[in-house]
């Protein structure tokens, strides 16, 4: 089913045979030398990502973006019902953006049985970080994301560093089952006082918006410190929980320095790290994140 609005160029698709045809025509219009992106997304759109979208029209002839909630991402008792899906409002977006292809599937037409029926799983690093507090998570993802890039078939697909440990899932992924695409990483996105854009911080009351800003001091912690010259990851981590647990409003679920590809803890920053937090501000479950570069070699105490 083709969904065609009166004043818009942007094509809604909602079944996969149908996504599947546009991006052939979408092709076809460019010949060989098209590139096409995926913005794959669940949603309740905000400034992160339309700079993944603007990335991606930079980049590439056609832009194709997806809105699912995927419920195989979700734990029993996380927000999946509540998991905002302002529609309309996020066609407009994307209308004003000139997306060219937006595909917003039901859950029966991704998984015709209701959930999945077959799995892509990566056991090891899927465990780490989200994953160890959320079972099942990336595992979820993985196979939501491959079918996309099935479906699609994009030369280039764009993510959002927020989603650091979601990224490096998807990048060993995309290694492991050889998939004939790029990943584009794009910068976190954040309020004037370093506030992370999400789409569940509408859930926040103005009391937990202001806790919330913990996350973000504790990373600016760390990075003064790295610059300083700490590299020892002990007393940086230290740094980050004395700052998060000096917030009331914050329950830390992990505060990390991990190696940015495999997500394996590290001792020294070294040639490089990335810092992760996630926490529960209220019933609300934050991540950030920042990569801190190389350390200054002899620098380090």
């Not at 083709?2 to 149908?18: A, F, G, K, R, W």
């Not at 759109?45 to 339309?50: D, P, Q, V």
């Not at 078939?153 to 060993?172: E, I, M, N, T, Y």
């Not at 998060?244 to 394996?264: C, K, M, N, Q, W």
Request: net charge negative.
């Amino acid at each position: 089913m083709t969904i065609m609005p009166e004043v818009s160029t942007m094509d809604i698709l909602t079944s996969i045979e149908d996504m599947r045809k546009a991006c052939v025509h979408a092709r076809k219009r460019f010949g060989g030398r098209c590139k096409l992106g995926l913005v794959p997304t669940m949603g309740a759109l905000h400034e992160g990502h339309l700079s993944l979208i603007r990335a991606a029209k930079r980049e590439c002839d056609v832009v194709a973006v997806s809105i699912f909630v995927n419920p195989a991402q979700f734990a029993p008792g996380e927000d999946f019902e509540r998991y905002p899906r302002p529609m309309e409002q996020d066609c407009a977006l994307l209308e004003a953006e000139e997306v060219d292809l937006l595909f917003a599937p039901s859950v029966r037409e991704m998984y015709p049985h209701g959930a999945p029926q077959a799995f892509v799983d990566l056991p090891e690093i899927g465990g780490r970080l989200d994953g160890q507090f959320r079972s099942g998570h990336f595992r979820g993802v993985a196979t939501v994301v491959a079918k996309l890039f099935h479906i699609v078939g994009p030369d280039l697909a764009f993510f959002g560093q927020k989603d650091a440990a979601q990224v490096a899932v998807l990048r060993a992924m995309v290694r492991e089952l050889d998939f004939p695409l790029q990943m584009r990483v794009c910068p976190t996105v954040r309020e004037a006082d370093g506030l992370a854009l999400s789409s569940r911080n509408r859930y926040l009351t103005a009391e937990q918006r202001s806790d919330a800003l913990a996350l973000w001091r504790s990373l600016t912690a760390v990075r003064v410190l790295a610059e300083a010259g700490k590299s020892d990851t002990n007393a940086l981590r230290h740094a980050m929980l004395c700052v998060l647990e000096a917030s009331a409003g914050v329950r830390v679920e992990y505060a990390d320095i991990v190696h940015p590809d495999t997500l394996l803890p590290l001792d020294h920053i070294g040639e490089g790290a990335l810092v992760a937090v996630a926490a529960h501000v209220g019933t609300t479950r934050l991540i950030d994140n920042i990569l801190l570069p190389p350390a200054i070699e002899g620098s380090g105490r």
